[in-house]
């Protein structure tokens, strides 16, 4: 079966790291060597190696953005630029912002370091709504999904500090057992191919490949998230607590997505507010050596619609823990009277042959 083990893709009740970890004080040395860090190591037994591009990185001091129309990168609605970050929203309601690369990105293997911070006056889940990275056809586009338009082609990385749906917290009982119940903040990823919708009552529930809880706002050290996308495997993990260690969120065989789609980061407050701020977006070029059945597998079905293979046995398995006794119950009792029903049709064929079979005789 091609689906992860649930443990890899929601990290809920696993704190343990494990995997990718990578040491981030090595990493940042690397990069005050160099411009261009380029490192080898493997992954699957594959040589890799990751070179920074800047034409897709946004660090400071943010030369031209938000002010300068040869900049690479765009501000859009209530987003504003100082020396420090690039605030997308500020801690009052009802405000959007985004930023979004202006050149489209044609790497087939590559990996975004998002550093971040999410802080204001709101105390306990009364703090809102969050904010998402893109990677998607369209761009600079306001919507109410973080800031972003409903229906996107691509992909959606969403860090939801607010939970709509638990203000519901009968209709939440009533949906999910307590070992589904979520805490938030929540990361979470989502593939729109231009026709699906994003669910806010239910914060993406419906549609989401896999998440885990991240506890990001108000805090004293730096917040990091990582996604990576190599040989069709979407990798998401955070580093929020301070330890310079990656920690797992999600991981997903199978995803397609073309390539051409632009890099944003948007974000959005509605009754309740935070400040969302984007210190740095870094992208790598990671450079995989394929095999060359890999290659032509690959020239072969070029994909021009985002879509995720085995969606349903991904979905199936996430369902499978909400899945109530009393639907596994009537499950196996229909499978069960189901096979008694075919017995029974079997025995009364066979003894109507059985008789005219016999009747022949005589
Ligand atoms: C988008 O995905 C949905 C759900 O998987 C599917 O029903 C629809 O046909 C897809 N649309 C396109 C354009 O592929
Ligand atoms: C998004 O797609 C759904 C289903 O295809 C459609 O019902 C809805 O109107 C669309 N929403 C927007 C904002 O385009």
Redesign the pocket.
């Known amino acids: 079966m091609a689906t992860v083990d649930s443990s890899n893709r929601s990290c809920d009740s696993s704190f343990l790291h494990r995997g990718n970890r990578m040491s981030f004080k090595l990493f940042v040395m690397f990069i005050l060597l160099l411009f261009t860090v380029e490192k080898g190591f493997s992954d699957d037994d594959h040589e890799m190696e990751e070179f920074l591009k800047r034409e897709y990185s946004l660090s400071k001091p943010y030369q031209g953005v938000g002010s300068s129309s040869s900049s690479h990168w765009e501000l859009m609605g209530d987003a504003m630029v100082t020396t420090d970050y690039i605030r997308l929203t500020p801690d009052s309601q009802s405000r959007q912002g985004a930023v979004w690369s202006r050149i489209p990105c044609n790497l087939k293997d590559w990996e975004m370091q998002v550093h971040f911070k999410i802080h204001g006056q709101g105390k306990k889940n009364l703090n809102g709504d969050g904010l998402a990275i893109w990677f998607t056809k369209e761009r600079m586009q306001k919507?109410p999904v973080f800031g972003n338009?409903?229906?996107f082609t691509g992909l959606g990385v969403f860090v939801d500090t607010y939970p709509n749906e638990e203000k519901h917290i009968e209709a939440q009982k009533k949906r999910y057992t307590p070992r589904t119940q979520r805490i938030f903040p929540f990361v979470l990823a989502m593939v729109g191919n231009g026709?699906?919708?994003y669910n806010h009552e239910r914060d993406g529930r419906p549609t989401e490949l896999g998440g885990c809880n991240a506890m990001v706002r108000n805090l004293k050290h730096d917040s990091f998230l990582f996604i990576r996308y190599i040989r069709r495997r979407l990798t998401v993990m955070i580093d929020i607590d301070g330890q310079h260690e990656w920690r797992d969120c999600l991981d997903i065989p199978g995803v397609r997505l073309p390539q051409g789609y632009y890099f944003g980061a948007t974000a959005i407050t509605g009754d309740l507010s935070d400040n969302h701020d984007i210190i740095s977006l870094k992208l790598y070029q990671l450079t995989v050596i394929r095999s060359r059945k890999e290659e032509e597998e690959e020239e072969e079905e070029e994909i021009t619609i985002p879509s995720v293979d085995n969606l349903d046995l991904l979905r199936l398995g996430q369902n499978e823990e909400g899945m109530s006794g009393i639907a596994i119950f009537f499950a196996v009792l229909f499978s069960l009277l189901g096979c008694i029903f075919l017995v029974v049709i079997g025995l009364v064929v066979y003894s109507h042959w059985n008789e005219s079979r016999r009747k022949r005789f005589y």
Do not use: E, F, L, V
Request: no cysteine; proline share 0%; net charge negative.
């Open positions: 919507g338009m409903d229906n026709s699906i919708s």
